[in-house]
């Protein structure tokens, strides 16, 4: 998957701060950062499906400003590939944005589908998401901020082993909406395209920050050994 930032006001991309992610495992200090070193982890839960992920968009709450962090390979964009893991049928990213500081609201969510056909019709779909859920973060003056970690997991009812209408499946699963509160039967109508495409429901959650973020990325990243991170903050409503 493939990273980088592109920042849009009222409609009109702005060049002067087209760039890949924040850092690379080769940077040497972080004199390049032009706003804010922003840290977060981001782990999607794909289950079986043919998922990946292609963009987030957020809004900043002050300013009104869009930007959107492209997960996917760019050559106009000069993108280059934001590394991952794979810990079983989840993705998990280090991501790494140079932004200023506000509160910033997640907007949209973009996937490719991607359907192989042994005969070579293969098809990649695009689906964008608006996310129903609403998740904010936080980004706050001084040095380098660490906000925690963002998980998107993609829901699939039991029954859907056995076929089906999703948006049928998924309204009447009872047990679904209280383990996922955001599950109203207003947000599956407000995604049934996404559902019959994706086969699911996305449900984004905030777990909090995790030590093991930190460790990793002070592994992979040598210019951030002796970074001190404060602690920003990734949230539902």
């Known amino acids: 998957m493939i990273f980088s930032i592109l920042f849009v006001l009222n409609g009109c991309a702005d060049q002067e701060r087209v760039r890949p992610q924040a850092i690379q495992p080769e940077t040497n200090d972080l004199s390049e950062i032009a706003h804010k070193l922003v840290f977060l982890s981001v782990d999607i839960e794909q289950g079986k499906t043919r998922l990946k992920m292609k963009r987030l968009v957020a809004r900043n709450q002050e300013t009104q400003e869009i930007w959107e962090f492209p997960f996917y390979d760019n050559l106009i964009l000069d993108s280059t590939v934001l590394a991952f893991t794979q810990n079983g049928s989840t993705v ?16 949209n969510a973009d996937f490719e589908f991607f359907q192989y056909n042994i005969v070579g019709a293969n098809t990649t779909q695009l689906v964008k ?22 998980n998107v997991k993609i829901v699939l009812p039991n029954e859907l082993a056995s076929g089906g209408d999703v948006y049928t499946l998924l309204s009447n699963d009872q047990v679904l909406p209280q383990i996922y509160p955001a599950m109203t039967l207003a947000a599956l109508d ?17 777990p909090g920050r995790r030590e093991i973020d930190l460790q990793e990325a002070r592994r992979r990243y040598p210019a951030l050994i002796n970074t001190n991170f404060t602690n920003g903050r990734i949230w539902t409503e």
């Not at 998401?129 to 963002?150: H, I, S």
């Not at 495409?197 to 449900?203: R, S």
């Open 92 to 107: 998990e990213h280090l991501v790494f944005l140079d932004i200023p500081e506000g509160t910033y609201r997640f907007t």
């Open 190 to 206: 407000a995604t049934r395209t996404t559902l019959q495409t994706l086969g699911g429901f996305l449900y984004f959650s905030a």
């Open 129 to 150: 998401y608006e996310l129903v859920t609403p998740v904010f973060f936080e980004v706050k003056g001084g040095q380098a901020t660490y906000l925690g970690n963002l």
